[in-house]
């Protein structure tokens, strides 16, 4: 008894009851990597010199980082990629299938109660369907890779509750961006984050997603969410395998526990250049904006795209605004075709990418000229990050993205909610 | 063997994409050709002042950010002999002891640029030798230290198959 999630998982997957602070050995359930890493797993993994990954169907690379590839030592990078995968039988997510944090839980590999690695730092996404899963370096994903285990260092947990209804034109983008300014970078280092309250489980599991994604701008190891029926339901959908929901002993010991109310929380906005410099809307209301971009692992789902639709549709972007749409996966970018989105992203005016990161990474897709300002519904706002130090980038919503693409500086989306409700 | 300590202007919160840029890791894979550009968004030729033995002084969570381990390889490509620091974020803490790269964590408020250090990793002790002050460092766990001295994770489990013995 006593036990967070965390201890759980990891108790259940290493044999022995873990407890914060302990270290164990444990069994990955699935592991990955992306373009950006898996070049140096996939020479880790000769280096250990082990011949074949320990179960071919519990790992996967995705190209998706800098996808179709934008320059020369890019496509050597994928071209190995797709050579190792072939030689090991692995699935190979290509350019266009989109981004891993969608693509993966999408595809059916993680369900509640998994352990997943995953070689780059947004793998913290799926805590919201009830997976302790957390980003590492190549090596690490490459040692699991050789023997189906690592070492894990048992987390302490800080439960985050956060009540009340949330009013219109308000997301759950605005919550973690709100949860994380007043956390800080590094208020949750080492430790796992248990998310509840009204809040979450108004949300749907899209909604739920953005706010585990972002754990780890707070420094979290993971950010986790008890299972409920629509996560259930949405594991039905897509799950390969028989979930195992996990959920916290009444009597589980926390290191911290945080109360919050939504009810009366305004549009957030985390401004140049760390995700923890957060603002109401209407400090920065005003603030031009030469580029607006909607999509990535935080904010590039269906039901993104269809708020951002509703607040475009049938208007124009501002003049000389960059906007760039880029779906999260092929799955939703087909949905989102279905249901006129797209047609009403490019008569709006917008570009509309190929499922991927899109200008996240600052690799291609729309890099930044100096001295321009960016708005975009990431979870990284750091010097540089869309590929041009002199640049500065706005985080926020799709609402708040969608609304200040069609004025051309930041405007707030719930004039836009109550025209349409 | 040189031995001078290095800040940066901005001293809390450093992220990997700032000690390699995304435009360069995917770019780049040599490592010694990845050294050259760390910091080059927040600080131009950061790179050039650093010598084989050097330090780099930082604040509070230092990594933070991307799991990018190309970050402590070309940490450890430049030369430095260690990062010294207040704090570190866990996916760069462990990328760098897995690669063999020397976290030191401790106050890191009485370190000027240009100070000479000596670190002893058996007293736990980094000198400052500039300023003639010893700066007791918190202990790096057993775990870390077994890779360090063996150069890393890759070198670890090759040896011993696994991590039994460290758990």
Redesign the interface.
């Known amino acids: 008894m006593r036990q967070t999630i965390a201890e759980k998982i990891l108790s259940e997957h290493s044999g022995k009851r873990a407890r914060a602070g302990d270290i164990v050995i444990a069994n990955v359930d699935f592991c990955f990597g992306q373009d950006g890493t898996s070049g140096i797993i996939i020479d880790s993994f000769r280096k250990l010199g082990v011949e074949n990954v320990f179960d071919k169907d519990r790992f996967s690379i995705v190209i998706d980082h800098s996808a179709p590839s934008p320059n020369i030592g890019v496509s050597a990078i994928h071209a190995k990629i797709r050579k190792f995968s072939q030689e090991q039988d692995v699935r190979l997510f290509d350019i266009g299938q989109g981004v891993c944090h969608q693509i993966i839980p999408e595809s059916g590999y993680v369900t509640c109660g998994d352990l997943v690695l995953g070689a780059d730092s947004h793998t913290c996404t799926y805590g919201a369907i009830n997976a302790l899963s957390t980003g590492v370096g190549s090596t690490d994903v490459a040692i699991a890779l050789a023997g189906g285990k690592n070492w894990f260092k048992v987390p302490e947990t800080i439960k985050v509750v956060a009540d009340g209804e949330l009013p219109k034109g308000v997301y759950s983008k605005d919550v973690i961006l709100y949860i994380i300014g007043n956390i800080g970078a590094d208020g949750a280092s080492y430790r796992s984050v248990e998310f509840y309250g009204d809040v979450i489980d108004d949300f749907s599991v899209d909604a739920r997603f953005t706010i585990s994604n972002m754990a780890v701008e707070m420094g979290a190891k993971c950010g986790l969410m008890a299972a409920d029926k629509k996560t259930l339901a949405w594991l039905k959908k897509h799950a390969l395998r028989e979930p195992r929901p996990v959920e916290a002993d009444e009597d589980a010991k926390y290191a911290e526990t945080l109360e919050y109310d939504m009810s009366e929380l305004v549009p957030q906005i985390a401004c140049p250049h760390t995700v923890d410099n957060v603002h109401g809307i209407d400090e920065m209301l005003g603030t031009p904006i030469d580029e607006v971009s909607i999509g990535t692992c935080t904010n590039g789902r269906l039901e993104d795209l269809e708020i951002a639709a509703r607040i475009l549709k049938g208007r124009k972007v501002a003049h000389g605004l960059k906007l760039i749409v880029t779906p999260a996966s092929k799955r939703i970018y087909l949905d989102a075709l279905k249901k006129g989105y797209i047609e009403i992203f490019v008569e709006a005016g917008a570009v509309v990418n190929n499922p991927g990161c899109g200008p996240c990474v600052g690799t291609h897709q729309g890099v930044l000229a100096d001295g321009e300002n960016a708005l975009s519904t990431a979870n990284r706002n750091f010097k540089g990050r869309m590929g041009n130090p002199n640049a500065n980038i706005y985080l926020a919503s799709p609402a708040t993205a969608a609304a200040t693409a069609l004025e051309g500086e930041i405007s707030d989306p719930r004039e836009h909610s109550r025209r349409l409700s | 063997m040189s031995n001078y300590a290095h800040r940066l202007k901005i001293s809390n ?1 450093i ?1 990997t ?2 000690i390699i ?3 360069y ?5 040599d490592e010694k050709e990845l050294a050259k550009h760390i910091f ?3 600080e131009e030729d950061f790179h050039k002042r650093i010598k084989p033995g050097d330090f780099l002084v930082a604040g ?2 230092f990594g ?7 970050a ?2 070309a940490l450890k490509a430049s030369g430095l002999r260690a990062v010294v620091a207040k ?1 570190y ?3 760069f803490y ?2 760098a002891f ?2 063999g790269l020397c976290l030191v964590e401790c106050e890191t408020n009485y370190i000027d640029d240009m100070d000479e250090l000596d670190l002893d990793l058996e007293q736990n002790i980094l000198k400052n030798l500039s300023k003639g002050v010893n700066i007791e460092i918190k202990p790096i766990p057993r ?1 870390m230290r077994k890779f360090l001295d063996m150069g ?3 070198e670890y ?2 040896e011993h198959g ?3 013995d ?2």
Do not use: H, L, T, W
């Not at chain 2, 890791?25 to 894979?29: D, E, L, V």
């Not at chain 2, 933070?64 to 190309?70: F, T, V, Y």
């Open positions: 919160d992220n994409d700032y840029s995304g435009r890791k995917f770019k780049i894979q080059e968004d927040v509070e969570n933070c950010g991307s799991s990018r381990e190309q402590p390889i704090s974020a866990r996916i462990r990328n897995n690669i775990i890393g994770v890759i489990f090759k696994g991590f039994d460290i758990v």
